[in-house]
């Protein structure tokens, strides 16, 4: 149903992603200013959307919610790579282009990483950004996140290799910044 909401933040809601939410997720993925700063290089059609949407969306190794401004759908966040033993998950989001700068992704990644640490038992929340997009780095380190390291030259992306800056944050930081 497209209007469960699962978790609510002050700007945005959270909700499982729905099959005919592939409508608005496949031309917002072939946007060039989602799909260059989250690393996908080639289109994607119908078909390969439902795929994503069966396999990883469906599956049971990974968290995806579709972020909700007044019941329309302006991106994506999840935690990917949730690694049960150690604790920790990679979180990923993107906001539409027609909705940057509102705040939404700030909202919404609080909201998700208090639902990692506080539903999910996990320890450490981790985040890759390319050097190139400042805007997502900018909104990691205002949240709490720090840099941990660098993979240089790990994406080619414009015609050139890009460095990848890899974040983490750990519960206890994130219960010491919320206090």
């Known amino acids: 149903m497209p209007d469960s909401v699962f978790l609510s933040g002050d700007s945005v809601d959270l909700r499982p992603i729905e099959e005919d939410d592939l409508e608005f997720l496949r031309p917002a993925v072939n ?9 996908r290089s080639r289109p994607v059609n119908c078909e390969q959307e439902r795929e994503f949407f069966e396999d990883v969306v469906c599956g049971d190794d990974t968290v995806n919610l579709l972020i909700v401004a007044d019941s329309t759908p302006v ?4 935690f990917n790579g949730i690694d049960w033993e150690a604790d920790r998950a990679e979180i990923g989001y993107w906001i539409a282009p027609d909705y940057h700068r509102q705040g939404y992704a ?6 998700f990483v208090t639902y990692g640490f506080d539903q999910l038992g996990l320890h450490k929340v981790t985040a890759r950004v390319f050097e190139f997009n400042e805007a997502s780095q900018r909104l990691l ?3 709490g996140f ?13 015609g050139d290799y890009q460095d990848t ?5 750990l519960e206890p930081n994130w219960r010491s910044r919320a206090n």
């Open 106 to 111: 700030t909202d919404a990644v609080e909201r």
């Open 165 to 169: 800056y890899w974040y983490g944050l």
């Open 31 to 39: 946007d060039r200013r989602v799909w260059r700063p989250i690393g």
């Open 146 to 158: 720090t840099k941990e390291g660098i993979h240089r030259d790990e994406v080619f992306v414009d």
């Open 141 to 143: 380190e205002s949240i």
């Open 75 to 78: 991106g994506t966040v999840a």
